[in-house]
């Protein structure tokens, strides 16, 4: 029987607040879209292009929490957890979309740590999750891993 996994890592910015959803039992669920970029030299025209990709990031109970609490539109996270894909049917027609469970997050820039004074760049626990905050002189691309 050969093995299989099913992972997603991304870098991107949240495109919207976190929406949740509360149940019974205390549970709760969070939703945002994140936005990728991926930028390519045009070979025939010589100008940069830059394309958009936009995912459906699902988060659970305590992690959700969290992101409804730290994360703001705007924010740049580091997502990792696998696809899971859902059907429903809406008017008689079919529906399907992809969604990013998250398994883990680290917050890599936050509106919230961009307006306070720095004190520094080193990595500030939050509940267990790394911010790493980027002073607002240098807003490199450069990944803290």
């Avoid at 936005?35 to 958009?52: I, L, M, S, W």
């Avoid at 994360?71 to 079919?94: N, P």
């Amino acid at each position: 029987m050969a093995n299989s996994l099913n992972k997603v890592m991304l870098i991107g910015h949240l495109g919207d607040e976190v929406k949740m959803h509360f149940f019974e039992g205390g549970n709760c669920l969070g939703r945002f879209p994140i936005a990728t970029n991926e930028t390519y030299t045009n070979k025939q025209t010589g100008e940069k292009v830059t394309t958009t990709e936009w995912h459906n990031v699902v988060v659970r109970n305590k992690l959700a929490e969290i992101c409804e609490k730290y994360l703001s539109k705007g924010d740049r996270v580091f997502i990792e957890g696998k696809l899971k894909t859902r059907q429903w049917e809406q008017e008689g027609v079919k529906k399907y979309t992809t969604e990013i469970h998250a398994l883990d997050m680290t917050f890599l820039t936050t509106k919230k740590d961009l307006n306070k004074p720095s004190s520094g760049n080193t990595p500030e626990k939050i509940e267990n999750k790394t911010v790493i905050e980027t002073p607002t002189g240098d807003q490199t691309d450069d990944l803290p891993f």
